[in-house]
């Protein structure tokens, strides 16, 4: 008799339950912990307030009385959902609003409003790519650009991180195949920036199109927070500009501008956009009212920036491995998971919440506490979050913190 095996097998196999059970077993496991309250800088998990360094809400725009008071009024106005793909019966004349505010601000002709960020990239890319192409992604790419690629059919290449000469080197070996190279403007877990020109410099000679999901680049780098294109001048030679609005932008969904051709192609597409439901009133009225912030306001990003600069340089002196850092996103590299879970635990006891990332969110030997600041973060709570990391130096296993 031929033993079937059962679908169901990979969870009873699964190394990540392992790992989960053994945290969990410990008090280390850091994923899924509900928060109580949360007023943007500060959280409160288990009774206890926490001073918020892992969120991706660096203009801290979530608590904005006037975004707030814009989401509300949407769902006054609106309803609660359009109930509906944008196609058919889902668009509303916010979703249009905003698609034209952010073309202008990105710089680019013509933009799409998705659901999210993740259906932005995974939309754009499989409508955009097919059996006969190939994506050449940088290695930090993130999950939803290569499960775009994935879904697309094209074939997939992987180039060193942010390394413009091995991108040169894997296009080579692709010269008869039309090619589009995909960044992140800012990678989410290195937090350094795509080294635009080069890549821009290089895909050009060898005839492929740009794409750059700027998803932690808008509201946070480039002049105004319009991105690590307008941060390295080169908007025009970008293809398409991708973001999301679940950072600065304090809502959900995400956008993907280029020229009017491509954008009106995508509009009919994009699978994710024609066949899943439009981003919901409050949603879209949260992000149009961020984005009136961050226009009137242009000194958050450098707000934001400038906590995050500090915590880097005090860091680093304490003998800390930031890496590459150099936006908002400052991360700790531990390189051991077990070290990573612990620090994380040892900051949460003296109030401060961080992120705790391990593999396969980064490649094995890469663990790390990733943080990231606001511009609504106060100087005593930037004191306190370093006054955490100086505390647990002794935690970091010897060899990793060497002052
Ligand atoms: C670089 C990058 N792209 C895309 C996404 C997906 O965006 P969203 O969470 O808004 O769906 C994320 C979110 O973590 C991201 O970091």
Redesign the pocket.
Known sequence: MTTVNDVFDVVANDPIAEMAALGRSQGVYPYFLPLEESEGTEVVMEGKRLVMAGSNNYLGLTYDPRVRAAAIDAVQRFGTSCTGNRLLNGTLAMHVELEERLARFLGKEDALVFA???QS?VGAISALLGSAHIAVCDKED?A?VLDGVNMSGAQLARFRHNDPADLEAVLDLYVDTPAMVIV?GVY?MSGDLAKLPEIVSVARRRGARVYV?D??GLGTVGPGGRGTAAHFNCVGDIDLIMS?F?KSLAS?G?VVAGSAEVVDFMRHHARSMVYSAALPPPNTAAALAALDVLESEPDRPIRTQQHAERVRKELRAMGYDCGTSESPIVPILIRDPFTTVTAWKALLDRGVYTNAVLAPGVAPGREMLRTSYMATHTEAQIDQVIAAFADIADIVRPGQVES
Do not use: L, P
């Open positions: 999210t960020g993740y990239n993130h939803s992140d989410s999901d998803a932690h999301t679940s959900v995400g």
